[in-house]
């Protein structure tokens, strides 16, 4: 019997400062779409809270793909393996600057949504993203447990991102519905370090697609 399709826990991160984003266009290299986000955990409490709930939302997720495992099973996964998660520690010269950085993807046939906000109103846009653009970036958790390495967690699959300040100028045309407006997208010019690459821009529970450009 073919398994049902699983339905994919969505969420959306506080702003965070966008890095190696392939937005429009995949990474040639590894042909997928990609996106990170730095959070300041130890300076922001919101990015603090946020990861908090995200490891204890991922073994939530990871309970319910385990719904049909025996009890004893499931709960000797939970308690003894390692949870993993798409956030490692920033590191600048091999150093940790006491930041994380959350990493998420989606592949070639799922692009995600790009969208700014203009008079106050959400917008799509396909407007290239430069590394030190901040932003806020819509994932869908998708669990999974490796007995072979005793672990389990989420991979976050790419949905949409709503830029809230470029690091570059230009327009956003387009209408599409999605994340609240909030203020209007600004641009501003950030200092270029080898921190901030330029990216090619290229809540409910939603079906596992990463192309779903709700908020």
Known sequence: MAEAKRKLK???TPVVTLKYCYLNKPDEKYKYFSCQGILDVEGDPAHKAFIDKIKAE?????????????????????KTYKQELPIKDELVEYQPTGKLVMKAKSNIAHPPSVFVVEQGKLVSTTKGVW??????????????????????????????VKVTKFAVSGTAPGAAAGFTAGSDTESYTPAVTSETPPCDSGASDDEGDPSAGNF
Request: glycine content about 8%; charged content about 25%; aromatic content about 10%.
């Open 10 to 12: 969505s969420f959306v």
């Open 131 to 160: 590394g030190g653009s901040l932003g806020e970036i819509k994932v869908l958790m998708n669990p999974y447990v490796c007995d072979a390495q005793k672990n389990y967690g989420v991979s976050f699959l790419l949905s949409a």
């Open 58 to 78: 991922a073994k939530v997720e990871v309970d319910k793909m385990l719904a049909d495992v025996d009890d004893k099973k499931r709960q000797f996964i939970l």
